[in-house]
Nanobody, 115 residues
Framework: QVQLVESGGGLVRPGGSLRLSCAAS????????ISWYSQTPGKQRDLVAS???????MYADSAKGRFTISRDYAKNTVYLQMNNLDAWDTAVYYC?????????WGQGTQVTVSS
């Protein structure tokens, strides 16, 4: 079972940046896909970005040009660099690992964009 721990959320002003981290309990090279999702109260979780073990990345339209997903094998960590944040980015951000044994989620980290 993969355990994921997100961190890096917080309060930021519009136009600001944050870097979220998703630390995995096992070698991320063995995890086919790791993704970031966002969720606001009363709504479903939406895919923001994903990265495969082969390095292929995918972004939601709202994230293209502003967010970058990356990974550090030495730290077993996947990052989400978020730039030019705006109020509509306010959400809880979750990390998800898609494995052959199933899908695993972290506990989430709150991102609030407000002046």
């Amino acid at each position: 079972q993969v355990q994921l721990v997100e961190s890096g959320g917080g309060l930021v002003r519009p136009g600001g940046s944050l870097r979220l981290s998703c630390a995995a309990s096992e070698n991320i090279f063995s995890i086919p896909t790791i993704s970031w999702y966002s969720q606001t109260p009363g709504k479903q979780r939406d895919l923001v970005a994903s990265i495969t073990s082969g390095g292929i990345t995918m972004y939601a339209d709202s994230a293209k040009g502003r967010f970058t997903i990356s990974r550090d094998y030495a730290k077993n960590t996947v990052y989400l660099q978020m730039n030019n944040l705006d109020a509509w980015d306010t959400a809880v951000y979750y990390c998800k690992a898609n494995t052959e044994q199933g899908n695993y989620w972290g506990q989430g980290t709150q991102v609030t964009v407000s002046s």
